[in-house]
């Protein structure tokens, strides 16, 4: 880690603050994130990031970068900001009217926030997936080739259906659907709507993946097919997940990163964060004393 760049990130008076409810019940006083929240090769840099829920703050000055090709999952017990902190990456909570972001978020260097930056041109860049399947009422084909259309990504038909093709290839869902791709989305499995939605995103051509509990709605053996699938897509994509499953986590990502109460406490390789956290607060989490 850069200590010149990290000195400049870390508010000076976060030492200073201090969160009565869990210093009572923990006995622990709050740090500056541990371990190494930059990254030499980011593809999203955000800075000193507070985000707002009117008076309410539920993030509170997170600097973290969040590196090409890599799966960085983020955990943390409910309601410490994990979701929060994730639709920062693609303003996701413009929708949300009483939230306010403060601080920089850098996609390759350009600030996401600028008043030149499109959302929904944002959105293609960086898109989501939810924790609950959400297809639209429409054919299977129609939900892959929605975001290409809107965008023009295609030129004509033939193109559109190698793309509609190639999404659900990707997304390991082709195999599953090639006979019925008129068929409503809404008809699949849960598993496969999940694919089905992962598909659409990736039909966009996106660079970041933004993941919010994929898989907390499917059964293991539908589970299994989205993790297996997230190690394919490193491949082409940056995967930020969102994940309440430790085991999870482990198996899917490269670093990860610990939130408390709005706070990042600790971020690094996955492996260590598991076998060997630095801070206390991830200790507790991660052998079931909270969460
Ligand atoms: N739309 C909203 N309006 C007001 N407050 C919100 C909103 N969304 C989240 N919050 C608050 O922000 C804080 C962080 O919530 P967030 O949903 O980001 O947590 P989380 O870590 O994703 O939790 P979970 O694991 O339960 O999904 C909470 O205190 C929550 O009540
Ligand atoms: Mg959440």
């Not at 978020?105 to 929904?120: F, G, H, R, T, W």
């Not at 994929?214 to 293991?220: R, V």
């Amino acid at each position: 880690m850069n200590e010149a760049v990290m000195n400049e990130l870390v508010d000076p008076t976060m030492n200073a603050r201090s969160n009565p409810e869990t210093e009572d019940s923990l006995n622990i006083e709050y740090t500056d994130t541990v371990g190494q929240p930059l990254c030499e090769k980011a593809k999203i840099r955000t800075q000193n990031v507070n985000v707002f829920y009117a008076d309410n703050q539920a993030i509170h000055n997170v600097s973290l970068d969040i590196g090409a090709h890599e799966v960085i999952a983020l955990i943390g017990p409910s309601g410490c900001g994990k979701s929060t902190y994730l639709r920062t990456l693609n303003r996701m909570n413009d929708t949300i009217d009483i939230c306010r972001v403060e601080g920089k978020i850098l996609l390759d260097d350009e600030n996401i926030y600028s008043k030149k930056q499109d959302p929904v041109l944002l959105r293609a860049r960086v898109g989501m997936v939810f924790q609950k399947p959400n297809p639209f009422p429409k054919s299977i084909y129609d939900n892959v080739a929605y975001g290409p259309r809107i965008h023009g990504l295609t030129r004509n038909k033939s193109e559109l259906d190698d793309l509609v093709e190639d999404s659900l290839i990707k997304a390991g869902l082709f195999a599953e659907v090639k006979d019925r791709l008129h068929a409503p989305g809404t008809g699949l499995s849960g598993g496969q709507q999940q694919r089905l939605c992962i598909a659409r995103t990736i039909a966009v051509q996106p660079e970041v993946i933004l993941m919010d509990e994929p898989a907390s709605a499917l059964d293991p053996i539908a589970t299994a097919k989205i993790e297996e699938l997230m190690n394919e897509l490193k491949e082409n994509f940056t995967i930020v997940i969102v994940t309440h499953s430790m085991q999870q986590a482990a198996r899917v990502s490269q670093r990860t990163a610990y939130f408390h109460m709005g706070r990042l406490i600790e971020v690094g390789e996955t492996d260590q964060i598991f076998t060997n956290p630095a801070h206390e607060l991830t200790e507790k989490y991660i052998t079931g004393r909270f969460g």
